[in-house]
Nanobody, 123 residues
Framework: QVQLVESGGGLVQTGDSLSLSCTTT????????MGWFRQIPGKDREFVAA????????SYADSVKGRFTISRDNAKNAVWLQMNSLKPDDAACYYC????????????????WGQGTQVTVSS
């Protein structure tokens, strides 16, 4: 059974940093592109960041570019999202995602989803 488990969410203040992590089981992690998406109630889930299977390619939503960093460790079956300079607009439920194709994961073409972790940013 494939599982993606996120952790690291919480309540922070504007300008603070937070690191989310996602660990996977039941899947060959090193073959998968990984991504992070976020969603607030009543809105579509939106792309945040993606990383290729090797870690050599990364991409970000314009809204987080320069503030967020995605990284992975294939030996640990884990991917992280380092979030700096957080803003109230960053508050959302963050989801880890996995897909075979890095070029399409940012389009929401995702094979596996995590259950989400909540990030709240107070102003």
């Amino acid at each position: 059974q494939v599982q993606l488990v996120e952790s690291g969410g919480g309540l922070v203040q504007t300008g603070d940093s937070l690191s989310l992590s996602c660990t996977t089981t039941g899947v060959r992690f090193s073959t998968l592109a990984m991504g992070w998406f976020r969603q607030i109630p009543g809105k579509d889930r939106e792309f945040v960041a993606a990383i290729s299977w090797s870690g050599g390619l990364t991409s970000y939503a314009d809204s987080v570019k320069g503030r967020f960093t995605i990284s992975r460790d294939n030996a640990k079956n884990a991917v992280w999202l380092q979030m700096n300079s957080l803003k109230p607009d960053d508050a959302a439920c963050y989801y880890c995602a996995a897909h075979l194709d890095y070029s399409t994961i940012r389009l929401g073409r995702v094979t596996y989803w995590g259950q989400g972790t909540q990030v709240t940013v107070s102003s």
